[in-house]
DNA sequence: TGTACATATGTTTAATTGTTCATATGTATA
DNA sequence: TATACATATGAACAATTAAACATATGTACA
């Protein structure tokens, strides 16, 4: 695929690129997932993209935490806290377990630390 | 650490579920990455949390693209697609060349596609 | 150098969204 | 059941931002 198109620049007379790209194109075309998955995809990343929200899901890396521990240690009020928290299982970022009085949140599995791992990793290059 | 927190978290006493909760936060408070880290961990993935990034990103999953092909492919003005590939540029998120009147972009490295990926796991469970 | 094509960027506007405040629901216990 | 504590939720407001439009910059070629 990228070696194909490699081949195709080097070409030089115009109207053969003008052709190649557009054979490029639908290819591209032909292999985009649906605009609704693509949706969804970007739905789930923009869930990650808050510093409220990531904060509370990086202190959840290896804890279970109830809503009135984060909001202590992230300094946020309550309201806010669960507003956020209520987005997070609605992702099926985090789970969560009712034990008396309190709720306690968890990452719901291995792919939201994955992804986690490799933002941090990004970042940190 | 879980495992010590499902240690404490058997005890029936309020007094030391108290006490135990407050030694969690104060250890996770240790854990946690510095904000300005999060902060762009977040912006990272904003960056991802858009339905039109993502459909670029994901066209150029298999092959280099220039402007104007993704301005076709996916039906955006070209202005649109030109300021989003500024911001994706700015993250790093993509590399380009200059190729005459062309400039082609592509992902930048395995972390965006390894982000992707793993995202595109979550969304299709 | 002038013209056409490809890309970049500044500005404005409409829509989205995180927080706050107020209030409701749920749970344990006296 | 009355009270206190923990969490959830509805509504309003302020801030962010993607798209559109106009225009500028950059490149090739006659």
Same mark, same amino acid.
């Given at each position: !695929?990228?070696?194909?198109?490699?081949?195709? +620049?080097?070409? +030089? +007379?115009?109207?053969?690129? /003008?052709?190649?790209?557009?054979? @490029?194109?639908?290819?591209?075309?032909?292999?985009?997932?649906?605009?609704? @998955?693509? %949706?969804?995809?970007?739905?789930?990343? #923009?869930?990650?993209?808050?510093?409220?929200?990531? #904060?509370?899901? %990086?202190?959840?890396?290896?804890?279970?935490?109830?809503?009135?521990?984060?909001? #202590?240690?992230?300094?946020?009020?309550?309201?806010?806290?669960?507003?956020?928290?209520?987005?997070?299982?609605?992702?099926?970022?985090?789970?969560?377990?009712?034990? /008396?009085?309190? $709720? %306690? %949140?968890?990452?719901?599995?291995?792919? $939201?630390?994955?992804? @986690?791992? !490799?933002? !941090?990793?990004?970042?940190?290059?």
């Amino acid at each position: !695929m990228a070696a194909e198109h490699a081949d195709r +620049t080097k070409r +030089t +007379t115009p109207d053969d690129d /003008g052709a190649a790209r557009e054979d @490029i194109v639908e290819q591209v075309s032909r292999q985009q997932p649906d605009d609704e @998955i693509l %949706y969804d995809l970007a739905e789930l990343f #923009k869930v990650f993209g808050d510093s409220t929200r990531i #904060k509370i899901l %990086y202190a959840m890396f290896e804890n279970e935490l109830c809503v009135n521990d984060i909001a #202590k240690l992230l300094n946020l009020s309550q309201s806010s806290v669960s507003h956020q928290l209520r987005i997070l299982k609605s992702s099926k970022l985090v789970k969560f377990r009712r034990e /008396g009085k309190s $709720v %306690y %949140y968890s990452l719901d599995d291995e792919h $939201v630390r994955a992804i @986690i791992s !490799m933002g !941090m990793e990004h970042v940190e290059e």
